[in-house]
Each structure stands twice: as structure tokens, then as C-alpha cells.
């Protein structure tokens, strides 16, 4: 069975720092994945995604993430974070053909002003 | 467009009682979910269905059951509520797959259930 794990629970950072969450999956094979981020009281939002090629994805809010297929690793960076970041992040994967999405257990960001 | 909206936004049931959540979606998605969300656990699949009349089991289901007689709508229902059941719940949909690749799931508000 896949598995997402990502190591960071609670990430505390200040204002203007460089962030970097570690994700890594499971599955062997072809690999979807993906970001989400839920703020406080809200839904979760997608941030990013990859399915394939280039292996550094741009998504919202000045976040990206770099697929390593030999680390089985996509972590999510932002070089300048924002109070408004403050969020739980989650990463999820799911292998080519699979409709369900495997989710990490998350990591809550607290940005300190 | 609403996107996915759940009813109801709270909920507190003592234990026994029965329940059920709604989840509807306004953008003709094939595919819908239902899952948890308990502190330190992530989002955990508890039920889902690709299709009208289709439904399947997801991680963890037991205590759940579900239907989807209508495209848009995914019901969840709770018939003899436990307190290990209390938790938030999200409901999700997406399109089906289209030349091979996964489209992204758009989740709904939540609900935040309390079994007493």
C-alpha cells in the first residue's frame, strides 16, 4: 500500500524566513502529486501538483516543490514566508490509474511576526 | 458555482443516535469522497464512489455506509453513532481521469461532528 510520510509536525518559523516541509512517498511506480495547504477554520486548498515533467513545480502563493524520484521525495519550499502562511500543510500522492489520494499525517506552520 | 458544499457544519450526537451527512457538488464531477480528519492523522479515505449507483470502501469504513443515488450528491451515514467517530469530515470530488492523468480533488467545508 502507498504511504506519505512527512517528518515535520509543527514547524515554527518568523516572518521572512526560507521554508522547507519534507514529503516522501512510497509507490515504486509512475506517481502523482501534491500539495495542500488548510488554513485555520477553512477547507483544504491545492497549492500545487505534479504529474510530469519538469520536476520543479510553481504553484500559489510563491510555493514550489521539486520532485526527486530518487529520493522518492517532494518537498515544499517558499524562500519568504508570510504571517498569513500559518497553516497545516499536507502532502498526498496517488499512483497513475488510482482515483483515492494517499495523505500525510500534515505539518502545522506557525509564522511568529 | 457553489463547488462543493456539506450541511450540516456541526453536529453534536450522543452516542447510538444515527446520522447523516450531505455532500453535494455543482461542477458534474464522476468521482466523490468522504473522509476524516483526526488530529496527527491526516485525512483518512472512509468511503468513495466513481460514479452514479457506484460506491466503494475506503481505509476505513466500518461504522459508515454511503450512497450516491444522484451524481452530485454523496451521502454518509452514521447509524449507531460512537464516540470514536467524532472527528471532522470532508467530502471531496473530482473529474474522471482524462487521458491517463489524475485530476486534483476540491473539497468541501467540512463538517465537525462531536458523539457524546
Keep these: 500500500a502507498q504511504s506519505v510520510s512527512q517528518h515535520n509536525h509543527h514547524v515554527i518559523l518568523s516572518e521572512a524566513a526560507s521554508l522547507e516541509l519534507g514529503c516522501n512517498y512510497s509507490y515504486g511506480g509512475t506517481v502523482n502529486l501534491f500539495w495542500y495547504v488548510q488554513y485555520p477554520g477553512q477547507h483544504l486548498q491545492l497549492l500545487l501538483k505534479y504529474f510530469s515533467g519538469d520536476p520543479l513545480v510553481k504553484g500559489i502563493k510563491g510555493f514550489e516543490a521539486e520532485f526527486i524520484k530518487s529520493k522518492f521525495s517532494f518537498n515544499l519550499r517558499k524562500p519568504s514566508v508570510q504571517w498569513s502562511d500559518t497553516a497545516e500543510y499536507f502532502c498526498a500522492s496517488t499512483n497513475f490509474g488510482n482515483e483515492k489520494l494517499t495523505f500525510g499525517t500534515g505539518t502545522r506552520l506557525t509564522i511568529i511576526p | ?116
Design chain 2, 1 to 116: 458555482n457553489a463547488g462543493v458544499t456539506q450541511t450540516p457544519k456541526f453536529r453534536v450526537l450522543k452516542t447510538g443516535q444515527s446520522m447523516t451527512l450531505l455532500c453535494a457538488q455543482d461542477m458534474n464531477h464522476e468521482y466523490m469522497y468522504w473522509y476524516r480528519q483526526d488530529p496527527g492523522m491526516g485525512l483518512r479515505l472512509i468511503h468513495y464512489s466513481v460514479g452514479e449507483g457506484t460506491t466503494a470502501k475506503g481505509e476505513v469504513p466500518d461504522g459508515y455506509n454511503v450512497s450516491r443515488l444522484k451524481k452530485q450528491n454523496f451521502l454518509l451515514g452514521l447509524e449507531s453513532a460512537a464516540p470514536s467517530q467524532t472527528s471532522v469530515y470532508f467530502c471531496a470530488s473530482s473529474y474522471s481521469r482524462r487521458g491517463g492523468s489524475y485530476n486534483e480533488q476540491f473539497f468541501g467545508p467540512g463538517t465537525r461532528l462531536t458523539v457524546l
